[in-house]
């Protein structure tokens, strides 16, 4: 028959067990949700985008379509985000 320190040692084994479960499913479920946010984000994004290139290809809003590529290029640093819009890449800080 175990002693009672056995049984204190088994029931605290479970406990850390049954905590790092609890932990888990946590996670689990922080992530999912930090996973919607941002597929919420990202559509918004594009649903933002397209009203603004439709309002620009329609010449509504008083958005012309060289407001928007200066706005564009004066936002997007990165050399790959510039080349999608034709943008001519930036000059790299080290070779000013």
Same mark, same amino acid.
């Given at each position: 028959?175990?002693?009672? @320190?056995? %049984?204190?040692?088994? &029931?605290? +084994? #479970?406990? +850390? $067990?049954? $905590? *790092?479960? /609890?932990?888990?499913? @946590?996670? %689990?479920?922080?992530? /999912?949700?930090? +996973?919607?946010? #941002?597929?919420?984000? *990202? #559509? /918004? +994004?594009?649903?933002? !985008?397209? =009203? =603004?290139?439709?309002?620009?290809?329609?010449? @509504?809003?008083?958005?012309? /379509?060289?407001?928007?590529? &200066?706005?564009?290029?004066?936002?997007? *640093? #990165? &050399?790959?985000? %510039?080349?999608?819009? !034709?943008?001519? *890449?930036?000059?790299?800080?080290?070779?000013?």
């Amino acid at each position: 028959m175990p002693t009672i @320190e056995d %049984r204190i040692a088994a &029931a605290e +084994k #479970r406990l +850390k $067990q049954l $905590q *790092t479960q /609890r932990e888990q499913i @946590e996670a %689990r479920q922080l992530a /999912r949700v930090l +996973k919607g946010q #941002r597929a919420d984000d *990202t #559509r /918004r +994004k594009i649903l933002t !985008g397209a =009203v =603004v290139l439709s309002a620009v290809e329609h010449g @509504e809003a008083g958005w012309s /379509r060289e407001t928007l590529m &200066a706005l564009l290029s004066d936002c997007l *640093t #990165r &050399a790959d985000d %510039r080349a999608l819009f !034709g943008l001519p *890449t930036l000059a790299s800080p080290s070779s000013q």
